[in-house]
């Protein structure tokens, strides 16, 4: 495509994408599927460059003030995801100077908004958890695109195998420092043309997400349930952990989500995985298992928070009241997802926000309410599963090991929170 076209092109998807009127992933795969002739290059520069304009919103908008033409024009010359050279052969001369004049704008002479490009709302919680340095170390992580992490399915697959397979496919590959089924590839290859992806022995995954999983630590043979299932990413991790054994129930409330995961389950070799949607959380299947569970997980619909590096319209989509109302649901969900666990069985509670009005609070109001379920360090239940630096990876209680609490800019995962109990015998 001739650059002039293509930055017209990522102008337009800017445009699409700052409406706000649907998630910004949705809004490029519509995009993309109603110009079929764009290449895999194309779709890429198109795509990081509006997720660029996203993540750095207050800055671009700032400089743009002393750039002239569409505004969309000006903030996807700013973020675009290609070579300085490129983009500028579709520049006029006075666009060129403006933006070199941009690119000459040093950091510390910015405004602490166009800095840390946050919603005011989100500054002041997030700087009471980390501190100044740390919230700043956030901020910036947050501004990076996300790395691109895979599950190894641990039923069919050794990992070492698949990163030697994937290395023969020219994809370069680490494992993860935390999850021992993870490996973080390089760039954003084809993965869905590979075999090991036809054949269920990948599936992606943010290392954060496998540990959810991991800290459910489910076993052969037990009765589990992955409450809040979505697209069951999760549910094929703890699949594979009770070796297609047991029974694994995905509950979703929406059985659109669900659908999403009867072509990944087909492809994981899972026997022992049943999806069903529900209508709310009292539904009737939820009555009949109560006290039945071994296991339980809720990984409760939440503001999404952690998640800004891959989806960084959700700063600009959320706000406190809709925090609030998220909150409600969320302790209403876990009241009812605790009544399935047996006597001695175990209780996850997890979120990808890193809000604590989502995470401790609603962990903590529950532990207060219901004295027949007992605390359990997330940080010894992780060690005790051989974890490689499994203290880092919590915060809270008198030890600092109580929740698992992982930071984008600390672990290089998404945000992600959880609380674990176990149901007194």
């Known amino acids: 495509m001739h650059p002039k076209a293509l930055v017209d092109a990522c102008a337009e998807l800017v445009r699409l ?11 490029v795969s519509r995009y993309f599927r109603e110009h079929r002739n764009l290449g895999p290059r194309e779709r890429a520069t198109l795509a990081e460059t509006a997720y660029t ?3 750095k919103k207050l800055l671009f908008e700032q400089l743009a003030r002393s750039g002239s033409g569409p505004k969309e024009r000006r903030l996807a010359i700013l973020g675009f995801a290609g070579a300085r050279d490129f983009v500028k052969s579709a520049l006029s001369e006075q666009e060129k100077a403006w933006l070199d004049a941009c690119a000459a704008v040093r950091p510390e002479e910015l405004l602490a908004p166009h800095r840390h490009n946050l919603p005011e709302w989100l500054v002041a919680p ?8 740390g919230f700043w170390a956030l901020a910036d992580g947050l501004t990076q695109p996300a790395p691109l992490d895979l599950r190894v399915n641990a039923l069919k697959e050794k990992r070492d195998q698949v990163q030697k397979e994937l290395a023969q496919a020219a994809i370069k590959s680490e494992v993860t420092p935390y999850s021992p089924w993870g490996l973080r590839v390089q760039g954003k290859p084809a993965l869905s043309k590979l075999d090991a992806f036809t054949r269920g022995a990948i599936e992606v995954q943010d290392e954060g997400s496998q540990l959810l999983a991991l800290l459910l630590d489910a076993k052969r043979g037990e009765m589990v349930v992955d409450f809040c299932a979505g697209a069951g990413g999760k549910t094929l991790a703890i699949g594979a952990a009770m070796r297609s054994t047991g029974r694994l129930y995905a509950f979703d409330v929406s059985a659109h989500r669900l659908e999403a995961l009867k072509p990944r389950l087909a492809r994981s070799g899972l026997s022992n995985v049943h999806p069903a949607a529900i209508a709310h959380e009292r539904d009737e299947r939820i009555k009949r298992l109560a006290g039945k569970i071994d296991r339980v997980l809720v990984d409760a619909p939440c ?6 590096r891959r989806n960084p319209d959700l700063k600009w989509r959320q706000s406190p009241q809709a925090v609030r109302e998220l909150t ?14 047996k006597p001695g069985g175990r209780l996850v509670y997890a979120t990808c926000s890193v809000l604590p009005e989502e995470n401790e609070a609603i962990a903590e109001a529950f532990g207060a309410a219901h004295a027949d379920f007992e605390s359990q360090d997330a940080g010894a239940l992780l060690a005790q599963l051989k974890l490689p630096q499994a203290a880092s990876l919590c915060s809270g209680g008198a030890d ?18 959880a609380a674990v109990w176990q149901r007194k015998a």
């Open 17 to 27: 994408t700052l409406s706000f009127e649907h998630p910004a992933d949705a809004v």
């Open 328 to 341: 409600a649901k969320q302790a209403a969900i876990l009241e009812s997802a605790a009544r399935l666990v």
């Open 53 to 55: 304009v996203l993540r």
């Open 126 to 133: 997030l700087k009471a958890q980390l501190g100044e340095a």
């Open 400 to 417: 600092g090991q109580r929740y698992l609490r992982l930071w984008p800019q600390l672990h290089q995962t998404d945000g992600f929170f």
């Open 303 to 308: 503001s999404g928070l952690g998640t800004l």
